[in-house]
């Protein structure tokens, strides 16, 4: 297979040690949520807004490598009329785009979920390579429930989609991420999530070299291994730490050029305790660092509070967030 340098060079850049990727590609929809909790509507120019203070904050460079985008903040600018892709790329800040179209029902399969997206996706990719991504995100969904939930099935055609999508980016020059995501809501043991995620990676990992992905020039992007949220024995930072690697070790192949964490609905200080304890346990055959949207944007929200005069504010608490993630990702909380 011929080698893809851009595809390294990207990836490289992304994965810089004492840095990680800013997940800010809530959909519009999503994005209201967020909204909420600033009790501001979610109109188009709060979204702006909203955006606008993520990715100008000053110095938020030292700790972010990448942001992942949604498609109308790739294609918005800030006030002053500078596209936000050249505003990131402007801070050395590999811009990045959701090109997912979100899940459906897996017919035949319960509480199931399939992603959506591939059609015209390489059409799509050319675009946005154009206005600046040079890497991408697809999520996948996988549930956690009786005994039977996830059906291999499901873990098999959300691999395939996963595979697809990274083929296409690829030829694309555009890294992707794979994000298949175990939902942290349930009453699961911190065993089951191992076996769980050990399994959906194994079967991910083993479709990607199916299909001829080129691992180096790809990204995981994987929940940590933890006990679900409502059941009874919660997690220790250990626990996690040590369970998440003896999962990756089981699944994840080393050529593969990186992993990323997604926050998945833990609190920002869990999140963060829970990297620098996987940080702690040593170097591993993969880069490993921070990609959150809720665990990075939380306490930037409470800072702002909606309000044009906490912009300032906000800015520090989210360049905070993030150099506290920087240092968890080195061990060196
Ligand atoms: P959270 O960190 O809020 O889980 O989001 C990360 C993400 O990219 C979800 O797709």
């Given at each position: 297979?011929?080698?893809n340098t851009k595809l390294y060079e990207t990836a490289t850049a992304l994965l810089e040690p004492g840095k990680g990727i800013l997940a800010a590609d809530e959909s519009d929809a999503t994005a209201g949520k967020r909204l909420d909790m600033v009790h501001l509507p979610n109109e188009p120019e709060h979204r702006r807004d909203f955006r606008e203070i993520l990715f100008t904050a000053p110095d938020i460079e030292k700790y972010v490598s990448g942001v992942i985008m949604y498609d109308s903040s790739i294609r918005n600018s800030t006030k002053d009329g500078m596209p936000f892709a050249d505003v990131l790329t402007a801070k050395g800040i590999v811009p990045g785009i959701k090109v997912d179209l979100g899940v459906r029902d897996l017919e035949g399969f319960k509480g199931e979920v399939v992603t959506q997206g591939l059609d015209n996706l390489a059409e799509r990719f050319a675009e946005y390579y154009d206005l600046g991504a040079?890497?991408?995100k697809w999520r996948s969904v996988i549930t956690i429930d009786e005994d039977e939930t996830p059906t291999e099935q499901s873990l098999k055609i959300n691999a395939i989609m996963l595979a697809r999508y990274a083929q296409i980016a690829q030829a694309a020059d555009i890294v992707p991420i794979v994000e298949p995501e175990v939902i942290h809501a349930g009453d699961h043991s911190l065993e089951r999530a191992e076996l769980v995620t050990t399994k959906a990676l194994q079967i991910l990992f083993q479709t990607l070299l199916e299909y001829r992905v080129d691992l180096?020039?790809?990204?995981?992007?994987?929940s940590m291994v933890l006990a679900g949220d409502s059941y009874s024995d919660q997690t220790s930072p250990e626990e996690v730490a040590q369970a998440t690697l003896r999962t990756f070790h089981m699944s994840v192949p080393h050529a593969c050029a990186g992993i990323v964490f997604l926050s998945g609905g833990q609190s920002p200080e869990r999140s963060t305790q829970n990297l620098n304890a996987i940080a702690k346990m040593g170097e591993q055959p993969w880069p490993i660092t921070f990609s959150f949207s809720r665990a990075i944007e939380e306490p930037m929200l409470k800072a702002w509070g909606g309000k044009?005069?906490?912009?300032?504010a906000a800015q520090e608490a989210l360049v905070?967030?993030?150099?506290?993630?920087s240092l968890a990702s080195l061990g060196k909380l």
């Open positions: 297979m011929k080698k040079r890497f991408a180096s020039g790809l990204i995981l992007k994987s044009p005069e906490n912009v300032q905070k967030t993030c150099e506290q993630n």
